[in-house]
């Protein structure tokens, strides 16, 4: 919510950003009182001197080369395979060294936790049975996985590839919103929107002092060797995909390319006495690692859904016996469900002992009586999430609700608490982006980090930072006008 | 190589050929009306529907127009999209099979396909084929050209490289011979042709612009357009590299490249029946064609084309995809749409 008084425009500000208001949001570029903050000087120096028309026609030309390239997603429920680019903002957003570090040691610290609690429920249950979290929450959170438990993953790794969220609220604050642990993605953007970047301005990357973002892949594949199948000395890695009318598969196809390795479909795989084989012209060949972009349920209809006719029969069963790693590992879902997400402080300090540096947004869990009552009080208010719905679907924007909207999510609670938490509405911080009829004005956005956990942690520098492209919408989605940005982690601090 | 992977570069290749054949057949059939001094429906029917015959789409056609004028067949054959072998249809087609294995071409070869694609569904496609039908085909031609370029000049000769030569000669051998078929009902059923009418001649020589075979055959056999020559050339010849002869020895030969058997030898039944065909193109005149009469003899080709095509699915994609129905397609392409609930991004 808009706190502070409205920002007087700072006269020393280029042309381009004089009617710039931050309207009374934390910005990223603009303190409150209009300085430009020391780590957005130099490459406003350079971006101020761009014309409007140069500017317009850098735009078109990314966009163009976007669609060339074919860097789109397919639209959801549109048969004719209608594409669209991902809109990208022009205008990166800035991290300096001293927020990275903080960022980078909280979200190392998260996934530690994370893949220790992992391994602990699906083996002894300590955490349960110290009564750190109540037996019922586990047990019937959606993405457990019983028929997982004693079974022995590859090195203990869990959570191979994470994408977590993170806003910044009135404050300026970073807060964690949610851990993505199943198959997040989004990367490939990271790679691809820093690629035009460097073509677009080449000059503001000189002596920008910007960090590089293209390892990515090689630490990817470093990770997924690393949790190869004891004894196997060179193991075939490939990426499972849906298929091409997935969303992701543009990234599919580009991380294999980098990574140099088959990507896959279902049914480019068999399972002949617990052993994973690609079909190839020249028989069958065994393979070791799978980087699957497929969801548990899809992964084998003899084990989960029956009807999955992208999955490969007998997979689990080869997982189980150890001959074939996943990355990431089956049943990782239940440290998504939003239930699961209130308990991670405390996951943080039971496993490592420690206090967690990165703090969550407040919550309040439906299933507990007392919170029930006061989300129930306060529906106006509160955003309201289902706990196993991701992409902006499921969700109760209180404050902005029509009332019929907001009785629907009274029953909804009422019917079953167990699936819904509410936490109060942030006002996620601002950032200059380009809006067309409007010029520079401020927008609201996020931050999906990329994680890697393997033989050590690795979190590429940045990751993609979504913006709301719509006036005033907090919901930066692609589905529902979002857009994404260049994140730039610098190596000093301005 | 995944069989899947090699399934889908051979697809690519031969659609890319197809498009491209298809744009010069009905460019050329277009300007060819130019001559012609009146055009009631009948001698447009006669001109036209051999055209849609040679891509095997009559029934379809005869369905969905009325007339069969030049504006309906190009529109078919060029843009709609309910005709399988359409040439919107065919880019799409290569566009998807490319789609399938973007990891295994190059960038360069995917941005061009890419290109193509998206021309073909804008607005500036149509405009232009409205104001300039000749200046149209001139761009899918080239667009095909600058694909078959990059493909040669970047595509590493690996496996993969093979399959494609064999989608490539494998098209072209069917569509040279589709297209000589075109003018079938002006031959007798069985022996030599006698000398064709001026008329006759205009169509011979739209058969042998639609292959792009003017210059070579004027080389070789001066200006006199004569039906068995033409033929011959686009049958027999060694050295033209869209006859059907110069094709099936390039199959031949990627196919053993694939398995490493000597040519002389085999080891499926596609490199089989591809020696086999060789042999025989190497070993005929055209007498001897004219003697079991062109249309059947092409048939025929055709049939043992279809029969390479066939094997060499057989021996590399062994243990064959089910081709599933549409019910089956829905619900996977529905599937793989839900598959990542985190795609996150949406």
Redesign the interface.
Known sequence: MPTSTPARPAADLPAPFRQYDTGGFYDEMLETNGQVRPHYQHFLKHFGAVTPEEFAAKRSAVDLSFLRQGVTFNVYGDSKGAERIFPFDLVPRIIPAHEWEHLEAGLVQRITALNLFLHDIYHEQNIIKDGTIPAHYVMSAKHFRREFMNVNVPRDIYIHVCGTDIIRDDKGQYLVLEDNARCPSGVSYVLENRRALKRTFPAIFEAGGVRPVENYSQELLKVLQHTAPAGVAEPTVVLLTPGVYNSAYFEHTYLARQMGIEIVEGRDLLVRDQHVFMRTTKGLQPVHVIYRRIDDDFLDPTVFRKDSALGVPGLVNAYRAGNVSLANSIGTGVADDKVMYYFVPRIIKYYLDQEPLLPNVQTYLASEDADKKYMLENLDKLVVKAANEAGGYGMLMGPHATKAEREDFRKRIEADPRNYIGQPMISLSRHPTYCEGEGFAGRHIDLRPFILYGEKTTIIPGGLTRVALRKGSLVVNSSQGGGSKESWVLYGNK | ??????NSLYWMSRYIERAESIARLVDVNLQMLLDFRNLDDATLNAHWMPVVQSSGDEELFRKLYPRTTGQNVTEFMVFNPANNNSIVSSIGQAR?NA??V??QIT?EL??EI??LY?FLHSPRATKLWRESPSDFFQTIRNGSLLLQGLTDATIVRN?GWFFIQCGRYLERADKTSRILDVRHASLPAHGAPADPSQADALGWSAVLRSCSAWDAYKALNGAEIQPALVAEFLLLSDDFPRSVRFAVRHLNTALRR?SGVHEGRFSNEGEKLAGRLLAELQFSTAEDIFEIGLHNYIDVLQGKLNAIGEALFQA????P?QT?DDN?LR???E????????????
């Open positions: 190589m995944l069989s899947r992977v090699a998807e789609r399938m973007r990891d960038t995917w941005e890419n290109r998206l496996e694939i590399y994609i062994f243990q995809f599933p089956e619900q996977q392409e599937q793989q749409q839900q598959a990542g609930p985190q795609a996150g991004l949406r």
